[in-house]
């Protein structure tokens, strides 16, 4: 009997304790919402962005080295590769390759495993793509031009590198193409894709061309032709601002995609080839993650490419620990009866945990609404902030609508220390030591600011951790005047102890009834706070650094 029990509880998921290698430290859920796809796509390769708002840099090796992907079964490694990790600023992007992303599946997941000093890297680019991809360029590192996949293909040409980009880096170009030298086109089926943030229009664009098949862009419209059939054409490119364009033939049939959505379709005939792929020749703007495939990519894997590798994609989402469970007890109530035999210091303890109860959801409706104002408000300002070019500082005139913003707010600070060192009439030109007293003064409003989105949170600590031990300190004593009751009155029956003794466990019911609803809200609001938090940080230097750039020495 004691060998079944053992094997039984041995067959029970451990959710506590990692079941892939313990020579792993930590771990950290990254769930997968494929709703925008309708129906399932196999070998998909995902871009994980980490930060300090969703990953432990400091658990992690300088160099994510230690970093390994695990399917939902907790058991089968995921090829992966890192494009990007910087340890010291806390950034990173790490491709994976997800054998099957199905939209009917609500619980797909898998694993980010870190802190193993000893682990060496697995990271393998060339592993990490399907059969039928021909080459895929991040443009990042020294291996600017350099294709990443088994094919290793290169690129010629001249372009520049644009360190902050979509998906780490990305290359810039200026009306010069890059060529891969006899690129071989099947007749089954081709897919280009890439993700570009054009300059302003118009510009007359090959986005690329091999022979007689050539994608254009006609004012701000795209143009696919090939030999002397009708073009195929469609869609709207947007001037400074990340898009994801693709291409599809295969069958007699082309597609064009905008954001994963079908701009343009048409008869197209598609010949076998192998000569000069020519890439962005006249093109002025920034290009990342550019995608070759011997087959027509689906519809739903461009959806997927979209919400997986777009900055604001939704497809990817790592929590900072496991999933609880949910359940519910039910059974007769007998409130009735409890009341009726709730002691007085029983009810005492009741009413003040009715007050930390209402004060607590006060705290928690309050704080919530604030916190939902802030976001708002930080989303809106920061659009507004990261769109504008030289006239970044003129966004603080005429402007009521980031009132709820905390980023904002530091804007301001640091807008009132720059106009204490701004000169009528002279251009402003700030040296070093103005701006590191500029990014003084902004730090000490995202200290207040901080101190401000904080605030009253300890009331929740305290209803979450008070409100157990007042309910026990009411359970305790209504048990000892029942038993006291019921020595001197001499009667023993259970008739006369049940009452008291269930009345005097309502207590510590109450308790728990304050302290669980404001632990989940605690824990709610803490991680919406922590994200604010590095959003602010995160905007600290990049105001900083955008000064500095613009009006510095």
């Given at each position: 009997?004691?060998?079944?029990?053992?094997?039984?509880?041995?067959?029970?998921?451990?959710?506590?304790?990692?079941?892939?290698?313990?020579?792993?430290?930590?771990?950290?859920?990254?769930?997968?919402?494929?709703?925008?796809?309708?129906?399932?796509?196999?070998?998909?390769?995902?871009?994980?962005?980490?930060?300090?708002?969703?990953?432990?840099?400091?658990?992690?090796?300088?160099?994510?080295?230690?970093?390994?992907?695990?399917?939902?079964?907790?058991?089968?490694?995921?090829?992966?590769?890192?494009?990007?990790?910087?340890?010291?600023?806390?950034?990173?992007?790490?491709?994976?390759?997800?054998?099957?992303?199905?939209?009917?599946?609500?619980?797909?997941?898998?694993w980010i495993y870190h802190g193993n000093e000893n682990a060496p890297s697995t990271s393998d680019a060339k592993a990490g793509w399907d059969p039928?991809?021909?080459?895929?360029?991040?443009?990042?590192?020294?291996?600017?031009?350099?294709?990443?996949?088994?094919?290793?293909?290169?690129a010629t040409g001249e372009v520049a590198v644009q360190k902050a980009a979509l998906l780490g880096e990305a290359a810039v170009f200026a009306g010069k193409p890059i060529t891969i030298a006899g690129f071989k086109r099947g007749v089954s089926g081709f897919t280009w894709s890439a993700w570009m943030k054009p300059a302003p229009f118009p510009q007359q664009a090959v986005l690329f061309s091999q022979g007689d098949l050539s994608l254009k862009v006609d004012g701000q419209k795209l143009v696919l032709a090939a030999g002397?059939?009708?073009?195929?054409?469609?869609?709207?490119?947007?001037a400074a601002e990340w898009q994801h364009v693709g291409v599809t033939l295969a069958g007699g049939k082309a597609e064009l995609y905008v954001n994963g959505v079908a701009v343009g379709s048409g008869p197209?005939?598609?010949?076998?080839a192998q000569a000069d792929l020519v890439i962005g020749e006249g093109y002025s703007g920034e290009i990342d993650e550019l995608q070759l495939a011997g087959a027509a990519r689906s519809a739903d894997w461009f959806k997927l490419a979209v919400s997986g590798q777009g900055a604001d994609g939704q497809l990817l989402k790592v929590q900072a620990g496991e999933a609880g469970e949910e359940g519910e007890e039910g059974g007769d109530s007998?409130?009735?009866?409890?009341?009726?035999?709730?002691?007085?210091?029983?009810?005492?303890?009741?009413?003040?945990?009715?007050?930390?109860?209402?004060?607590?959801?006060?705290?928690?409706?309050?704080?919530?609404?604030?916190?939902?104002?802030?976001?708002?408000?930080?989303?809106?300002?920061?659009?507004?902030?990261?769109?504008?070019?030289?006239?970044?500082?003129?966004?603080?005139?005429?402007?009521?609508?980031?009132?709820?913003?905390?980023?904002?707010?530091?804007?301001?600070?640091?807008?009132?220390?720059?106009?204490?060192?701004?000169?009528?009439?002279?251009?402003?030109?700030?040296?070093?030591?103005?701006?590191?007293?500029i990014k003084a003064?902004?730090?000490?409003?995202?200290?207040?600011?901080?101190?401000?989105?904080?605030?009253?949170?300890?009331?929740?600590?305290?209803?979450?951790?008070?409100?157990?031990?007042?309910?026990?300190?009411?359970?305790?004593?209504?048990?000892?005047?029942?038993f006291a009751a019921i020595a001197a009155a001499g009667d023993v029956n259970i008739n006369a102890i049940a009452p008291g003794i269930a009345a005097a466990l309502l207590a510590t019911v109450a308790g728990l009834g304050v302290a669980i609803p404001a632990l989940f809200g605690y824990n709610y609001l803490a991680s919406r706070i922590k994200n604010i938090s590095a959003d602010m940080q995160i905007f600290v230097d990049e105001f900083i650094t955008r000064v500095a750039e613009v009006h510095g020495k």
């Open positions: 009997m004691k060998r079944l029990i053992i094997g039984l509880l041995s067959l029970l998921p451990l959710t506590a304790q990692a079941e892939w290698n313990e020579a792993w430290t930590a771990r950290s859920k990254v769930t997968v919402d494929a709703s925008v796809a309708s129906a399932a796509v196999e070998n998909v390769p995902v871009a994980l962005r980490l930060h300090s708002g969703n990953f432990s840099f400091l658990d992690a090796k300088p160099d994510g080295s230690d970093l390994r992907f695990v399917a939902a079964d907790d058991k089968t490694e995921l090829k992966y590769h890192i494009e990007k990790f910087d340890g010291l600023n806390e950034l990173a992007v790490v491709w994976v390759m997800l054998p099957k992303v199905d939209p009917k599946d609500k619980d797909a997941h898998f039928s991809t021909l080459a895929a360029f991040h443009f990042s590192g020294q291996a600017l031009l350099q294709d990443v996949t088994a094919n290793a293909l290169a002397k059939e009708a073009p195929v054409s469609g869609g709207e490119l947007k197209l005939t598609l010949t076998e007998y409130i009735g009866i409890l009341v009726d035999n709730l002691t007085i210091d029983a009810k005492v303890v009741i009413v003040i945990l009715a007050i930390m109860f209402a004060i607590s959801t006060w705290v928690m409706i309050a704080k919530g609404l604030l916190i939902g104002r802030i976001s708002k408000g930080n989303h809106d300002f920061l659009v507004r902030f990261r769109d504008a070019r030289d006239d970044f500082l003129e966004l603080g005139k005429n402007e009521s609508g980031f009132a709820g913003s905390t980023i904002y707010h530091l804007y301001q600070a640091g807008l009132r220390e720059i106009g204490k060192r701004q000169v009528a009439g002279q251009e402003l030109a700030l040296t070093g030591s103005s701006l590191d007293a003064s902004v730090d000490a409003a995202l200290v207040r600011e901080n101190h401000r989105v904080n605030s009253n949170m300890v009331l929740l600590t305290i209803a979450i951790s008070g409100g157990p031990f007042l309910g026990l300190l009411g359970t305790v004593v209504g048990v000892m005047i029942t």
